[in-house]
């Protein structure tokens, strides 16, 4: 008996559960601390009230025989992903097919799963900051070589985002096959123009190389020349799959529900991707419930969609307060303007969970560090837009009296 000692490589405890358990720590040595979590990115307002009610007279359909419904299909009701087609991309004028929609239970999971339609040879060019999951999931796979003595893995590519980048990745100077992409990014907030996507897209098709693009957070976007999809590039249908989340967007967090899409131009030697993930997720995956997608469907509504606009600028005001309130008293801050997170400074010189000590000990708010991000995330610290408006301004007033 063997098990998957690529398993093993990894960090026994994945960075949002080591900042869990040391705040569960200091909570319990000091049961009547106050704690203000801007950490986790996790959202606190409510799911709309469309959706609700979309929800409520599903549940009402699956207690009668004439409208009960078991097995969704693996890849999504119609009719929520004609929807899905109709606002997210045919409104911004890309023009896709329904079945290049795959609706799944979160964006997390599908950028996690997509890896199981590559092979384990590939190369992997992944950003340093980065959301944790697009390497944790490589090396569970067998794709990441040995840990290196600066944190890093000795078969990815690493493209380091930092000031001196304005923090985005620039091309590969060598050939790499898989490239994870996530704008606006997190951790830092930071978005990618037209133009500098454009370069990314023919990058790919140049070398033969699939962009995995992670656009959990265009619903923040609010600047004009910010691609919402990849899809708005010539040429992405060719060399792109995009991962998309409702948790941000409608507050599906705890719902879960999301998509990812994978045009059927898009081939490896000759060889669909479209129809691999769609073989793959009929194998592993029975579907997201019917009452979670009439609730999906429900967010594209005109009052589903007002309802939303509401919910997203209550977190960008968030974000704002954050942003601001750390920028006058004299950190250098990023993000916030397209994102729900904003990324600072340490001040001087201080490690990240230095920080995290001294925030959590001094003033009972919880962020995250920017190490747990990766090597180049050292030295800054992520903070999050989900709170609650008066939360967050008290959170800001808290850092102040440091």
Known sequence: MKINENFLKIQNNYLFSDIAKKVKA????????????????????????????????????????????????????????????????LARGVKLQDDEIFVSDGAKSDCGNIGDIFGVDNIVAVCDPLYPVYIDTNVMAGRSGELLANGQWSN???????????????????????????????????????????????????????????????????????????????????????????????????TRCAYTVIPHELKVNGVELNA?????????????????????????????????????????????????????????????????????????NMKSWEFFDMLLHKVQVVGTPGSGFGPSGEGYFRLTAFGSADRTKEAVERIKSL
């Not at 986790?40 to 359909?61: H, Y």
């Not at 000031?163 to 997190?186: H, S």
């Open 26 to 89: 200091y909570q319990t040595e000091n049961p009547d601390a106050d704690i203000i979590r801007l950490g986790i990115g996790d959202v606190t307002r409510p799911l709309p009230e469309a959706v609700i009610s979309a929800m409520k007279k599903a549940v009402e359909e699956m207690a009668h025989e004439d409208t009960f419904r078991g097995y969704p299909p693996e890849w999504g009701y119609d009719f929520l992903k004609s929807a899905i087609n109709k606002n997210d991309f």
């Open 156 to 254: 990815f590519y690493y493209m380091p985002c930092t000031k001196e980048t304005n923090f985005l990745p620039a091309l590969p100077e060598k050939k790499v096959d898989i490239i994870y992409l996530c704008f606006p990014n997190n951790p830092t907030g930071m978005t990618i123009t037209k133009d500098e996507l454009k370069k990314w897209v023919d990058y790919a098709n140049e070398n033969g190389s699939v962009i995995l693009y992670d656009a959990a957070y265009e619903a923040f976007i609010t600047e004009e020349n910010v691609p919402h999809s990849i899809f708005e590039i010539e040429g992405a249908k060719t060399c792109a799959i995009e991962f998309r989340s409702f948790s941000k967007t409608a507050g599906f967090t705890g």
């Open 276 to 348: 691999l993930w769609a073989r793959r997720q009929a194998t592993k995956f029975n579907g997201v419930s019917y009452i979670t997608q009439r609730g999906a469907e429900a967010i594209y509504t005109e009052e589903g969609k007002k309802q939303v606009r509401e919910t997203i600028g209550y977190y960008q005001k968030n974000a704002k307060v954050i942003y601001s309130g750390l920028k006058d008293m004299g950190y250098e801050v990023f993000g916030a303007v397209n994102s729900p997170y904003i990324w600072l400074k340490t001040p001087d």
